[in-house]
């Protein structure tokens, strides 16, 4: 943080989390120390790779104003992961009621009597952060997680909740395999048991046509036996009439 007596200044370094080819911003936050309407303007020694919103303003008294810099998509990495792009930031008071239109570049002239405070800002490249792993360490299926021992040689319990649920999961994975066991033979023996219904009723049709086939033959001899009884008690019956 800045100690000066009109802004203070958080951060004093710019750290941008570098990344090829993506804008990557960070935030200043500048806070009026005064009971005076505090002008402020912004500077960069390589204007074309950043871009300050705002890049001036006015900062009421006892207030705080954010500052967002920009550093636009970068296609090469720079050496060393090093940068020596610097930023001023200069602030002076002005009258009260003044707003961001009222700021000139002669405010901030110094050969013109203008007590002008002025910040320089570093510029650091860091490592972006690292995504969260989709697996906790040491919940790994067949991996021990460790407990954490205290100073004083105790360990905490509550390290010790994931490994009993892991446990619990564990015994209950063969009652699980012991039900679909079970489910598999019953649809096993219930299929046979059909198939075997299905052979029966096959069976039983079968021994019916047959049945049936053989009741008809029957039913024709006796009608043909009848007609040929018949036509012999006709025959004998005119024989007796014509000797009589």
Same mark, same amino acid.
């Given at each position: ?5 009109? @802004?203070?200044?958080e #951060? ?9 080819k993506?804008?990557? !911003? ?9 009971? $005076?309407? &505090?002008?402020? +303007?912004?500077?960069?020694t =390589? ?27 970068q296609?090469e %990495? ?5 940068? /020596?792009? +610097?930023?001023? @930031? ?8 003044? $707003?961001? /239109? ?8 110094? *050969?013109?009597?203008h007590?002008?405070?002025?910040? +320089? ?10 995504? #969260? !792993?989709?697996? %906790? ?6 991996? $021990?997680?460790?407990?954490? &021992? !205290?100073?004083?040689?105790?360990? =905490?319990g ?8 892991? %446990? +619990?999961?564990?015994?209950?994975? #063969?009652? %699980?395999?012991? /039900? ?11 299929? *046979?048991?059909? =198939?075997?219904?299905?052979?029966? =009723?096959?069976?039983?049709?079968? *021994? ?8 008809? /033959?029957?039913?024709?001899?006796? $009608?043909?036996?009848? &007609? ?17």
């Open positions: 943080m800045s100690n000066g007596e009109l @802004l203070s200044i #951060p004093l370094e710019l750290k941008f989390p570098f990344e090829l993506k804008q990557i !911003s960070c935030s200043l936050q500048l806070s009026n120390k005064t009971d $005076s309407y &505090v002008a402020f +303007k912004v500077k960069t =390589n204007p074309k790779k950043y871009c300050v919103r705002p890049n001036n303003g006015i900062v009421m008294p006892r207030s705080m104003c954010d500052v967002m810099v920009t550093m636009q998509a296609r %990495a720079p050496a060393d992961m090093q940068c /020596k792009d +610097k930023f001023l @930031l200069q602030s002076v008071k002005t009258y009260d009621g003044a $707003s961001p /239109k009222d700021i000139s570049a002669d405010m901030f002239n110094k *050969e013109a009597g007590v002008v405070e002025e910040c +320089k800002l570093r510029v650091l490249y860091v490592s972006p952060p690292r995504p #969260p !792993s989709p697996v %906790a360490e040491g919940s790994e299926e067949g991996s $021990s997680p460790r407990g954490s &021992v !205290s100073e004083n040689g105790t360990v =905490n509550s390290d010790f909740a994931q490994p009993l649920q892991v %446990a +619990k999961g564990f015994t209950e994975r #063969p009652e %699980a395999l012991e /039900k679909s066991a079970e489910a598999r033979a019953l649809i096993s023996r219930l299929t *046979e048991e059909k =198939n075997n219904a299905i052979q029966q =009723n096959s069976k039983l049709r079968q *021994e019916l046509d047959l049945l049936k086939r053989e009741g008809n /033959k029957n039913r024709g001899g006796v $009608s043909f036996a009848l &007609v040929i009884f018949i036509g012999l008690l006709g025959i004998i019956m005119g024989y007796l009439m014509k000797r009589t």
